[in-house]
């Protein structure tokens, strides 16, 4: 039976996964209380980061950065 690891814990997560892929990683999670735990742990740090740091997306860019870039890229 294939090992779950940390790369197919993000590509599952990142919806990176193929159709089959997926059904595999989904079928080995299942059977396998460590790689389920590490799953569960793994995706509640994932939600944790999108709820603290999503909301920067939405700011509005300082105008002095804007500035700067306007600047630099002339």
Same mark, same amino acid.
């Given at each position: 039976?294939?090992?779950?690891?940390?790369?197919?814990?993000?590509?599952?997560?990142?919806?990176?996964?193929? =159709?089959?892929?997926?059904?595999?990683?989904?079928?080995?999670?299942?059977?396998?209380?460590?790689?389920?735990?590490?799953?569960?742990?793994?995706?509640?740090?994932?939600?944790?980061?999108?709820?603290?740091?999503?909301?920067?997306?939405? =700011?509005?860019?300082?105008?002095?950065?804007?500035?700067?870039?306007?600047?630099?890229?002339?």
């Amino acid at each position: 039976m294939k090992r779950v690891t940390m790369t197919d814990i993000n590509a599952y997560l990142d919806g990176a996964l193929d =159709e089959r892929e997926r059904a595999e990683f989904e079928s080995v999670v299942e059977s396998d209380p460590d790689a389920k735990a590490l799953l569960a742990q793994h995706r509640q740090h994932v939600e944790e980061l999108h709820r603290l740091y999503d909301p920067v997306l939405n =700011e509005q860019v300082p105008p002095r950065m804007l500035e700067l870039l306007r600047k630099r890229n002339g």
